[in-house]
């Protein structure tokens, strides 16, 4: 069944709604899974919050990905659906019952895809807003019915996009990921033990074509330690991921150690604590992002403009692409990745290392 964390918004009143209507708006966002793409939609929350401050605003979202909007402070409700709800009637009545309680009007589809149209449909909203032609996928074409043709590339761009039907063009980009106290104390505590500087290293990625070699993680980690006195974590999610993780420490000649266990909330803390992240295409890249930790993007089996670190004040490096659709992208080598060196990464990191100290100065 689906369940339902809601929260008292605490945005500030004002005088009259952006809308311009007498009734102010309900409105669903959709976008259901992958934990990186969840971060790059909340954008949209912020958005809306702003520009219709008395609205109610729900977020529609699968339990995976949860925890980057539950109690998140532009939301007045968030709907949590269990994985393959839509693949049974039963999951889909359930989930039409508990949509159609938040009597929204509008329903705006991020994601682009049956699942995430058809929660739109069922929600009952008259007005439901989706992505018009390739980012429009599968059946999402026929449950939206206002269609906003691509206008940037960027996943989080082509998201506020959406808003230019409900008269919202051009708006601030803010993330806000809803950090508990308890997770920030903990990551002040954990980051003691550590120098004024510290980078975060990632070696996971959900597709193996988004996988950087773990040599050469070891070795940016050592150039890191010789030449900024700045020593690394490496932070894992998995066995698998854990094992990389290890592997990297040992390479890496006493440069880097391992990261504590972490569930996603003490992991963006973690990362906001740190003053250079290096990652693959992953949700923990987003999440840095998110943070305002510096960030280098390591790119090849997705296209940096699409999905890179947003905001110039990161590093997007991409030296090759995978052709081919994204199930043909998925399951490619690693080949594009492997076109990234040490020396390119070591390069955008004196960069952005650069940028603090003249930030700082």
């Not at 693949?87 to 009597?103: E, F, I, K, Q």
Request: charged residues 20%; proline residues 6%.
């Amino acid at each position: 069944m689906p369940a339902a964390t809601t929260k008292t918004p605490t945005h500030p009143s004002r005088a009259s709604s952006a809308s311009g209507d007498d009734r102010d708006p309900r409105i669903l966002i959709s976008r259901m899974s992958a934990i990186g793409d969840t971060i790059l939609t909340l954008p949209v929350a912020a958005a809306l919050r702003d520009a219709y401050p008395d609205a109610y605003i729900a977020w529609v979202v699968e339990k995976k990905s949860a925890a980057m909007v539950r109690n998140h402070p532009w939301l007045d409700e968030v709907v949590e659906l269990q994985r393959g709800w839509f693949t049974s009637p039963r999951g889909v009545l359930a989930a039409r019952r508990r949509l159609r309680s938040l009597r929204v009007d509008t329903a705006i589809d991020c994601q682009g895809n049956t699942k995430s149209a058809l929660a739109c449909w069922l929600s009952g909203a008259r007005r439901r807003v989706g992505h018009a032609g390739y980012h429009g996928s599968e059946l999402s074409g026929l449950f939206n019915n206002v269609l906003v043709p691509p206008g940037k590339p960027h996943l989080t761009d082509r998201s506020l996009g959406l808003l230019e039907p409900l008269a919202i063009k051009q708006p601030h980009v803010a993330w806000h990921l809803p950090i508990p106290d308890e997770a920030q104390r903990w990551a002040e505590t954990w980051r003691r033990q550590y120098p004024a500087r510290l980078a975060v290293l990632n070696p996971g990625a959900s597709w193996d074509s988004k996988l950087w070699e773990m040599d050469r993680f070891g070795a940016v980690a050592s150039y890191l330690e010789t030449t900024y006195q700045m020593p690394s974590v490496v932070i894992w999610g998995s066995d698998k991921e854990r094992r990389w993780a290890e592997e990297i420490v040992e390479l890496s000649g006493g440069s880097a150690v391992l990261a504590p266990d972490t569930n996603l909330l003490h992991l963006a803390a973690l990362l906001g604590s740190a003053q250079l992240f290096i990652s693959g295409d992953s949700g923990p890249m987003h999440m840095a992002v998110a943070m305002e930790t510096p960030t280098i993007g390591l790119h090849g089996a997705t296209r940096a403009v699409d999905s890179g670190p947003y905001g110039s004040q990161h590093i997007a490096v991409q030296r090759a692409f995978h052709n081919g659709n994204r199930r043909e992208r998925r399951a490619a080598e690693n080949t594009a990745m492997r076109a990234i060196s040490v020396e390119d990464v070591c390069h955008a990191a004196d960069k952005l290392i650069s940028r603090s100290a003249a930030a700082a100065a």
